[in-house]
Structures are given as structure tokens and as C-alpha cells.
Nanobody, 124 residues
Framework: QVQLVESGGGLVQEGGSLRLSCAAS????????MGWFRQAPGKEREFVGG????????DYGDSVKGRFTISRDNAKNTMYLQMNSLKPEDTAVYYC?????????????????WGQGTQVTVSS
């Protein structure tokens, strides 16, 4: 069974940067795609971005494109989310997700595994 653990969340001022990490363990050979989602209070879970096993293909949500970058270190079974130029509207709980299929979907229900989430708060 795959376990995902996020870290790196915290409080940052508007315009600042944070890097989130997602460490995977247990059956990681089965993971093809990893992704980040976020959920603010009262809102639906939103696709932030995803990356294939090779790192060749990435996809980003429209609201973060050009500001956030996803990378992956397969040797460490870890995925990263570099967040720059943060805005108050980026405040949310950020979740790491993974799936066995090679495509990178934006729909949360298509992911097989989820982490517990890490809080990111951007102050104005």
C-alpha cells in the first residue's frame, strides 16, 4: 500500500515562496503519476499540477501556471512543488496524490492514493 506524506507548508507573506515535498513509500513501483491538489475552506478540491514518472510531462492548473513548478526525484521517491509569487488566494490545504495510470488527470477521483495534506497560508 502506498503512503504519501506532505511537508513544507507554513505561513508566508504575499509574494513569497515555499517548497512542498511529498514523500512516497510502500509499493512506489506502481506509481506512474503524482499530483498536487489544494482545497480552501468551502471550496472544491482544485488541481494544482501533476507529473509523470519520467518527469517529462507536466500539467498545471490555470491559476498557478507560470508561478508553480513540479519536479520529481524518483531515487528519493519524492515529489516537490515550488511555489513562487504566492498570493492570498493560494491559501489552502495542499494534498499530494498518486495514481497507477500514466495519464495526468485533473479530476481528484481518478487518483488512487492521497496524503493527509499540509496547510499553506499566504498573508497580505
Amino acid at each position: 500500500q502506498v503512503q504519501l506524506v506532505e511537508s513544507g507548508g507554513g505561513l508566508v507573506q504575499e509574494g513569497g515562496s515555499l517548497r512542498l515535498s511529498c514523500a512516497a513509500s510502500g509499493g512506489t513501483f506502481s506509481i506512474a503519476v503524482m499530483g498536487w491538489f489544494r482545497q480552501a475552506p468551502g471550496k472544491e478540491r482544485e488541481f494544482v499540477g501533476g507529473i509523470t514518472r519520467s518527469g517529462t510531462n507536466t500539467d498545471y492548473g490555470d491559476s498557478v501556471k507560470g508561478r508553480f513548478t513540479i519536479s520529481r526525484d524518483n531515487a528519493k521517491n519524492t515529489m516537490y512543488l515550488q511555489m513562487n509569487s504566492l498570493k492570498p488566494e493560494d491559501t489552502a490545504v495542499y494534498y499530494c496524490a498518486a495514481r497507477r495510470n500514466i495519464l495526468v488527470p485533473r479530476i481528484p477521483s481518478l487518483y488512487d492514493y492521497w496524503g493527509q495534506g499540509t496547510q499553506v497560508t499566504v498573508s497580505s
